[in-house]
């Protein structure tokens, strides 16, 4: 699986939109881009993933660049409750339960 | 609702004395899988079980055992727990077929302290 780089922790205002990058520069053609959460000591929640096309769902939009290099993960109205580890993994969807490698993720703080 | 559940949520045991973790999906997928979580070591696979009766080890499956009988159910199982199986557990399941199987549901997890 490609490797991830996500900054260590960002702010954010309640009620703006909050940005959360990710640089995946060695990703291959077949790799998608998930996105999950933790909130504090909870099980990880699946958000988001993508291919290569921008996708949303009811919980955030993913903008993945042309090159498939970076992406950005986009929470429109960030509230208190999002404040969390986010996590960005790259990996093949292939169909299997291998485990998915988190990393050190991104402290996202939603400040009132 | 669609869930994941694990019990206990909490405990709290001595070295030695066998317990189990229960876990149970209501989602009908066929992939279950343990995971520990430590500071500094992320999450980590203990292991997973892509049907009914056929599991397999993770990353780290020493002084742990599995089963799964039932397609909803993957409890682990720890016989002489030890101080260093001290960790929050969580167990995840997931569809087979294509990418779906990379969206992991999670349970809420189980802190578990081996005195």
């Known amino acids: 699986d490609a490797k991830t780089t996500q900054p260590t922790s960002m702010d954010c205002a309640e009620g703006r939109a909050a940005n959360l990058p990710c640089n995946h520069s060695t990703i291959s053609g077949n790799e998608y881009v998930y996105w999950y959460r933790q909130i504090h000591s909870q099980g990880p929640q699946y958000i988001i993933h993508g291919l290569k096309n921008n996708e949303t769902n009811e919980m955030a939009s993913l903008i993945i660049t042309e090159d498939r290099k970076s992406s950005t993960l986009i929470l429109p109205h960030a509230t208190l409750r999002d404040t969390a580890v986010y996590y960005c993994?790259?990996?093949?969807?292939?169909?299997?339960?291998?485990?998915?490698?988190f990393g050190s993720g991104t402290q996202l703080t939603v400040l009132p | 609702e669609a869930q994941v559940t694990q019990n206990p949520r909490y405990l709290i045991t001595v070295t030695g004395k066998k317990l189990t973790v229960t876990c149970s999906q209501n989602m009908n997928h066929e992939y279950m899988s343990w995971y520990r979580q430590d500071p500094g070591l992320g999450l980590r696979q203990i292991y997973y079980s892509m049907n009914v009766e056929v599991t397999d080890k993770g990353d780290v499956p020493e002084g742990y055992k599995v089963s799964r009988k039932e397609k909803r159910n993957f409890p682990l199982i720890l016989e002489s727990p030890s101080p260093n199986q001290t960790s929050l557990y969580f167990c995840?399941?997931?569809?087979?077929?294509?990418?779906?199987?990379?969206?992991?549901?999670f349970g809420p997890g189980t802190r578990l302290t081996v005195l």
């Open positions: 995840a399941s997931s569809k087979r077929t294509g990418v779906d199987t990379d969206t992991q549901y």
């Open positions: 993994i790259v990996r093949v969807g292939s169909g299997s339960a291998r485990q998915l490698t």
